[in-house]
């Protein structure tokens, strides 16, 4: 195993010369004393990059991992920790007949066969491995899972798995082997550091060169992983991808901000699958044009009726109806509402309602709302009707008929026009309020697109050696197709994180 070592000047100037990745003079300049080789360099110590380094370094490979924050674990502090897998041993002791197979032909089922067949296969066959693996680590599994979710087109089977404390068990059950191989010296953690080039010697990564307190400092290793997550804290990145799109909302940590996708596009790797973006129902934005919502703390209970059956009208911007709000198919749901102008609606409901069942924000309470709403920032609240619509925006007469034919619904249990069958409650008793609601990004559906052994591939379609990639940098798009498929991210990156740790733990 190639040993981490700091080399002298001459003995680094000697190597890298070797190598070519700089001219001499060029390089010299630049050296810094800080040049060190390793057998891996893994980008990002999130959901990916963290497997994947322990694994190599349970082969006994010296692994470098670059991290530009202050902590590991990436999405994992927020990610909802869903994973999926058929064919589990945890499935076999609770009688639930289910394969690899078996989770293939539902993805493909879900997704309309959008996703890369290569990559579902590879992730589902190997999702077993890792969620048994994480019970082998004393992962905290909920108690009842696996489970049928409903907050996504369902599976068929009962095969989706989480933890007491949602992604962040998965981050707590690494921990300690994560610390055992920083013991040991087997991976370096380099935090602060931020990619920023990828170095190339005869169209062969060997390397990358990071920031850290306003220097450049180059590392060395057989290969590299990106493992950088998502683009969906990057709005410039996200408007250009997706030049179609209206304004990115977006849930997702800070740091996803898609320096690997940048940055390996520079070098010719091939970007793919923004085409298969969906967004999530549920988005809030608190503070109007700042491009965030909350998946935790201010998420509304519009993604599906199954937990929190509809007591609210959602119109568009012509103040009219567009779906059944009592829709089971979340998957409808989502292209209905991403079909209205800047995939925003609002939703129309009485004071009586607020509060006569779970609040339409989850984990809200009833005042929460009717403070909000005084706010009017995204919650209205009017006396009447056609003040509702001044308030909002929305055109009076159009607002007033549509929640009179609903109100008729509501009296003749019959709603002729969407077929809503939860005709429980009018409109009727003022206030009334308007709550505005977006499509949003947890995830960025496209990506850097590899092949099977998750080499990263060129423009040209040939793989650039020496670098490979795992994670949300792939795109959403390649596991989960245009379609959210449940677990199809957070499980994928971990698997896949696991296949290379343990592939590129040997030297080439
Ligand atoms: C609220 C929420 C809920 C979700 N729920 C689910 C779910 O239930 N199931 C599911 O399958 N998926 C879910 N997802 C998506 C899933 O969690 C992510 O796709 C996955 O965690 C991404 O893993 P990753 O390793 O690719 O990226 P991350 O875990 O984000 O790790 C990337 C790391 O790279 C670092 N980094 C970035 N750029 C650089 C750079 N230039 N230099 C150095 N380091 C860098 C970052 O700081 C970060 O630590 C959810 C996402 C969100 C936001």
């Given at each position: 195993m190639h040993q981490a070592h700091q080399p002298t000047r001459r003995q680094f100037i000697l190597q890298m010369s070797a190598l070519g990745v700089l001219g001499l003079s060029s390089f010299a300049k630049e050296f810094d004393n800080t040049a060190e080789k390793y057998d891996l360099i893994v980008v990002g110590a999130g959901s990916a990059g963290m497997p994947c380094a322990i694994t190599a370094a349970e082969q006994g490979a010296k692994v470098l991992v670059i991290e530009k924050?202050?902590?590991?674990g990436g999405t994992l502090h927020l990610s909802a920790g869903h994973l999926s897998a058929g064919g589990t041993r945890r499935q076999k002791a609770m009688g639930i007949d289910d394969s690899p197979q078996k989770h293939y032909e539902d993805v493909m089922r879900i997704c309309r066969h959008t996703a890369d067949p290569d990559l579902v296969r590879l992730a589902v066959y190997e999702a077993p491995h890792t969620i048994d693996w994480l019970e082998e680590l004393g992962f905290p599994f909920?108690?009842?899972?696996?489970k049928i979710v409903y907050?996504?087109?369902?599976?068929?089977?009962?095969r989706t798995y989480w933890g007491i404390e949602a992604a962040r068990s998965i981050l707590q059950t690494l921990m300690p082997l994560w610390e055992k191989y920083l013991a040991s010296g087997n991976i370096t953690l380099k935090l602060q550091h931020q990619l920023t080039d990828l170095l190339v010697k005869k169209d062969r990564v060997v390397g990358i060169r990071a920031y850290h307190n306003g220097k450049k400092l180059d590392f060395f290793a057989n290969n590299t992983v990106l493992c950088?997550?998502?683009?969906?804290?990057?709005p410039d990145f996200f408007a250009r991808v997706?030049?179609?799109?209206s304004r990115l909302l977006s849930t997702a940590?800070?740091?996803?901000?898609?320096e690997g996708i940048i940055i390996a596009q520079r070098i010719g790797a091939n970007f793919r699958g923004a085409e298969k973006h969906l967004g999530s129902l549920?988005?809030?934005?608190?503070?109007?044009?700042?491009?965030r919502v909350d998946f935790w703390n201010a998420w509304a209970m519009?993604?599906?009726?199954?937990y929190r059956p509809p007591r609210e009208i959602y119109v568009n911007a012509q103040g009219e109806r567009f779906m059944n709000?009592?829709?089971?198919?979340p998957d409808v749901r989502e292209r209905l509402v991403a079909q209205q102008p800047e995939e925003k609606f609002w939703l129309i409901f009485d004071d009586a309602s607020?509060?006569?069942?779970?609040?339409?924000?989850?984990?809200?309470k009833g005042e929460q709302i009717r403070a909000a709403a005084k706010e009017e920032k995204f919650i209205w609240q009017a006396n009447s009707l056609q003040e509702l619509a001044t308030k909002t925006g929305l055109p009076a007469q159009s607002l007033i008929r549509t929640v009179e034919a609903y109100n008729q619904a509501v009296r003749t249990k019959?709603?002729?026009?969407?077929?809503?069958?939860?005709?429980?409650?009018?409109?009727?008793?003022?206030p009334f309020y308007a709550m505005l609601s977006y499509t949003s990004s947890?995830?960025?559906?496209?990506g850097l697109q590899v092949n099977a052994h998750l080499q990263v591939i060129n423009t040209k379609g040939k793989p650039i050696e020496g670098l490979y990639a795992a994670g949300e940098i792939l795109g959403a798009g390649a596991t989960s197709g245009n379609a959210f498929c449940g677990g199809m991210a957070l499980t994928p990156a971990i698997s896949f994180g696991r296949i290379l740790g343990k592939k590129l733990a040997k030297r080439n």
């Open positions: 924050s202050d902590r590991v909920a108690p009842d899972t696996p907050g996504h087109v369902p599976y068929q089977i009962p950088t997550g998502g683009y969906a804290s990057n997706h030049p179609t799109h940590a800070l740091t996803s901000t898609g549920g988005g809030i934005e608190l503070e109007p044009g700042s491009g519009v993604f599906t009726p199954k709000e009592d829709e089971l198919n607020i509060d006569d069942g779970e609040i339409i924000i989850r984990a809200w019959n709603d002729p026009h969407f077929g809503r069958t939860t005709l429980t409650h009018a409109i009727a008793q003022p947890l995830i960025t559906f496209g």
